[in-house]
C-alpha cells in the first residue's frame, strides 16, 4: 500500500496524536471510554477540574466555533502539555 502524499492531510504529531494545528472538543481532551471505541484521554484531568482549570487560568481558554461549539486549539493544549513536563522536570532537578 502506498503511503499517503497528499500535501493536504493533516498531519499528527507522535506526542500523544495531537494535531499539529485544528481543534481538540473536551471529550477528546478528557476522553470517554463510553464511546465506541472509548476515547482514551489527552489530559489527567476530568471534566469539573479541567473548567476550573480554564476559569483561574491555569488551562488555555476555549474558542466558540458556535452557539453549541466549543473547542481547544491544538497549538495551545500541546503548549500547556510541554510547560507541565518542563514544571515537573524542573521541580524534580530542583529536590537533587
Known sequence: MAANTNPHTPKLTTHLSIPYTGFLRLKQLVGNPDASPPIPPLVPIGRTSLWRKVKNG????????????????????????????????QGSACND
Open 58 to 89: 491555569t488551562f488555555p481558554k476555549p474558542v466558540k466555533l458556535g452557539p453549541m461549539t466549543t473547542a481547544w486549539r491544538a497549538e495551545d493544549i500541546r503548549t500547556w502539555i510541554e510547560q507541565q513536563s518542563n514544571n515537573e522536570n
